[in-house]
Antibody, heavy 116, light 112 residues
Framework: QVQLQESGPKLVKPSETLSLTCTVS????????WGWVRQPPGKGLEWVGY???????NYIPSLESRVTISVHTSKNQFFLILSSVTAADTALYYC??????????WGQGTLVTVSS | DVVMTQSPLSLPVTLGQPASIFCRSS???????????LNWFQQRPGQSPRRLIY???NRDSGVPDRFSGSGSGTYFTLKISRVEAEDVGVYYC?????????FGQGTKLEIK
C-alpha cells in the first residue's frame, strides 16, 4: 500500500518561507491527486491544497496568495511552499493521497513551528 | 464554502455501549455524478487520521464492522455499535463533494 513521508525544516522564522517535501513509496505518483492538510496544535484539520500529477493545482482561497504545491514525478515526490509565514501557520502538516471525494492515505505528519 | 457541523464535540462512553456522532453540512453533499462524498476519519492519540468510512456508508478494509455510517443529503451519522478501548480518539467527518473540502470540528471520544 502507498506510504507517504513528510520532510523539511521544523522551525521557520516569521516572514520566511516554509518548504516541505512528501516522498511517496509503494506506488507511483502518476495518475493521482496529492495534497496537504494541516492541523494547528490542539485544533482541527484544514485543507491547504492539492496537485494532480500533471502539475494542475487547487488551493484554499485563504492561502492562495502564499502557497505553491508542485510535483516531481520522476522522484515520486511533491512539495509544499508557503511564503510569508506567521505564528498562525504553526501546525502539523500532513501530506495525503486523494481519491475521488476523499483522502485515501495520510503521512505521519511533521510539526512546523514558526518562531524567531 | 460548505460548513460541516459535528456533534457532540465530546463523547464519554462506557465500554461495550453504543455511540453515535453526527455531522450536518450547510448544503447538500450529493454530487453531479449522484454520489455523496461524505467520509469519516478516526485520529487516535499521537497518530495520523485514518479513514473509516467513505461515500457515507462504505467501510474501509480492516475497519471493524462495529463501525457504520449512514445518512443522506445534509445529515450523516457514524455509529459504533459497542465501544472498545481502542476506539478512543477524535473522529472527523470530511465532505469531498465541494472544493474546498471541509472537515467537521472533531468529536473526542473517551471512555467513562
Amino acid at each position: 500500500q502507498v506510504q507517504l513521508q513528510e520532510s523539511g525544516p521544523k522551525l521557520v522564522k516569521p516572514s520566511e518561507t516554509l518548504s516541505l517535501t512528501c516522498t511517496v513509496s509503494g506506488g507511483s505518483i502518476s495518475g493521482y491527486y496529492w495534497g496537504w492538510v494541516r492541523q494547528p496544535p490542539g485544533k482541527g484539520l484544514e485543507w491547504v491544497g492539492y496537485v494532480y500529477y500533471t502539475g494542475d493545482t487547487n488551493y484554499i482561497p485563504s492561502l492562495e496568495s502564499r502557497v505553491t504545491i508542485s510535483v516531481h514525478t520522476s522522484k515520486n515526490q511533491f512539495f509544499l511552499i508557503l511564503s510569508s509565514v506567521t505564528a498562525a501557520d504553526t501546525a502539523l502538516y500532513y501530506c495525503v493521497k486523494l481519491g475521488t471525494g476523499t483522502i485515501d492515505f495520510w503521512g505521519q505528519g511533521t510539526l512546523v513551528t514558526v518562531s524567531s | 464554502d460548505v460548513v460541516m457541523t459535528q456533534s457532540p464535540l465530546s463523547l464519554p462512553v462506557t465500554l461495550g455501549q453504543p455511540a453515535s456522532i453526527f455531522c450536518r453540512s450547510s448544503q447538500s453533499l450529493v454530487y453531479d455524478d449522484g454520489n455523496t462524498y461524505l467520509n469519516w476519519f478516526q485520529q487516535r492519540p499521537g497518530q495520523s487520521p485514518r479513514r473509516l468510512i467513505y461515500k457515507v456508508s462504505n467501510r474501509d478494509s480492516g475497519v471493524p464492522d462495529r463501525f457504520s455510517g449512514s445518512g443522506s443529503g445534509t445529515y450523516f451519522t457514524l455509529k459504533i455499535s459497542r465501544v472498545e478501548a481502542e476506539d478512543v480518539g477524535v473522529y472527523y467527518c470530511l465532505q469531498g463533494t465541494h472544493w474546498p473540502g471541509s472537515f467537521g470540528q472533531g468529536t473526542k471520544l473517551e471512555i467513562k
